[in-house]
């Protein structure tokens, strides 16, 4: 036990001391939050730009339906040829001009109607054209029929469902895409956290065996003790790592918001306003919701599984180190690796979002490659207690298996040298 404490020992204060891990942890959320904050500045730029569109209307139909908005300026080239409006708005550098030319039916104008512009236009405004000449086509022809349309206005009903189970407690519509955001982000960093830091620990097992290190730790430890070391050292760096990206970010995206004057989420303080004056009951269904997530055993669970997985998934990476010489050598045993954790992650965001419960979510979270993935983004929709029972005791045993298998693969693998290793070399060493 105090071999293992001094491996551990060794490989944080070895990991922590690394210039490039102190760069990297000082500077990786200087850029995630400058990122953020570029994309925010050029996403109000773009909201605040201002375009100019003008309308050839030769039907005399459409010109009144084309309102102006805050971003939109209409004008109406109507009474000029085609050419001379044309002319008019590449002079004036307008985003474009819209041609309804006359037509004798309204099929046959429905496909007549252009957009000349210097560039395409945005896929917006196209739509916005489209529902603002087919809206007014559809009312004409109902008008032809001798339909009153204000009756067919005032009959339009709006419906409003509300959720509740039946026990009685209400929830909103936004309750679904908060539990997907909790378990989308929960289940992408696990993937990322097992990539970055599972290599990391592969590649202090090469360099250690590629400088012949190893061969003087090995006499004095035993081959179970060194890989776990490796392991729960690096990952322990890894929290460290984290922790200090989680409080360091979060302190540098407030500061950011505040400095330039920007709301990082998306809306400006008076939108705020405007939705809570608005949307009041929906606002406070929203933050009850919220309030209503069960935090403390999401936080336990996702403590759970993203320690079981990373630990799983390092002992294979740990094995995977010792059986080649360089990283090179590695590629032929990482698509492997890396394909469970890439089907997790499309399971969880195109089987458990649509339905968390059905029989391919359920599934892959009990499978101990994709469960610590796909039942953390299960979690949070609610699963039974038995279910997660049973996942986390199939993902123990497997762990307990890997490591086991991983360290007899280790005991060989680290004193070969020279011979590239193939998947019927590491299965004669498990025979040993």
Known sequence: MRSLKLIIQREYLARIRNKSFVVMTFLSPLILVGMFVLIAYLSVLNDSEHYTIGVHDETGLFTEDFQDDSNLQYIDFSSSTLEEAKNIVKKNGYYG??????????????????????????????KNIEKTISERLTRNKLIARGIDVSQIDNAKANVNVEIQNFSGEHTSKMANYLKMFFGGAAG????????IYGNMVMRSVIEEKTNRIIEIIISSVKPMQLMLGKVLGTSL??????????????????????????DLLGSSKDVHIQAAQANMPEINQLVKDVLNLPIFSLIIYFLIYFLSGYFLYSAIYAAIGAAVDSETDTQQFMFPVILPLMLGIYVGF??????PHGTISTIFSMIPLTSPIVMLMRIPFGVPWWEITLSILILVVTNMGVVWLAAKIYRVGILMYGKKASYKEIYKWLKY
């Open 97 to 126: 001009l819209i041609n309804i030319p006359k037509a004798t039916t309204s099929s046959q104008l429905s496909g007549d109607v252009e957009f000349y512009g210097k560039e395409s236009p945005g896929l917006g405004t196209i």
């Open 237 to 262: 760096a890894g929290i460290t790592q984290f922790t200090i990206w989680v409080i360091l970010g979060g302190v540098l995206y407030s500061l950011a918001g505040l400095y330039f004057g920007i």
């Open 350 to 355: 195109f089987a458990v979002i649509e339905n």
């Open 188 to 195: 992408y960093l696990l993937m990322m956290f097992i990539i």
